[in-house]
């Protein structure tokens, strides 16, 4: 995943808010290379499953409840890499015919905006876990599994997405006054098909 272009004054003396957005952007990148780990284990786990149903006429018993705790999880983990990747969805029929400053002005309100969401996705978590740790609650099957487990680590994947956009809006409000637009807008602005098409191309090769 590439983490988009370096700008003026990045490195060891950039501003807090520059060095901490980039520190989030590689929390993010690490966790959803973990989420696809989970991804494959959920797979192997479910193929092993079935094989071994096909051949004994028994299933190992519990792998749809982890199958659903690892994919909750991974969806939770990898919000934040999505979000740098600017990846979540936005009609873009008249952004692209708009001049740079209108854009800008756009992409601070999209964050804004998927912000709200996101503030409202960790009190929902936060409500569900903090249930689930007064009730002591386990899962209905033989697992007994807590439930607070599986829910902190899916609570703390959308933290990391909150945290993400914080950082970005933070970045934003260090670079505005110095102009530099493009390199907010080549961040956080709907992306082109030919940078979705490098951005494939850099992936193929394995490159970051």
Known sequence: MSHGPRQN????????????????????????????????????????DVLWRAATGRNFGGVDEIASYLFAIGVAWSLASAFHARAH??????????PLMPRVVIDLLAML????????????????LGTSWARS??????MQIPLVVPQALWCFGICVFCLSI????????????????????????????DEEAQEAVTQSRGES
Do not use: K, Q
């Open 9 to 48: 004054g990045e490195g060891a003396r950039a501003p807090f808010p520059i060095r901490l957005d980039e520190g989030v952007r590689r929390l993010a990148h690490g966790m959803v290379i973990l989420s696809g780990w989970g991804v494959l284990a959920m797979g192997l786990l479910v193929a092993a």
């Open 89 to 98: 969805i936005r009609v873009d029929i008249f952004y692209r015919r708009l």
């Open 113 to 128: 905006s998927l912000l709200l969401v996101a503030a409202f996705l960790i009190y929902s978590s936060w409500t569900v």
């Open 137 to 142: 609650a386990r899962s209905a099957s033989t």
């Open 166 to 193: 914080l950082t970005a809006l933070l970045r934003a409000a260090v670079e505005l006054p110095r102009g530099d637009l493009m390199g907010l807008a080549g961040r956080h602005g709907v992306i082109r098909a």
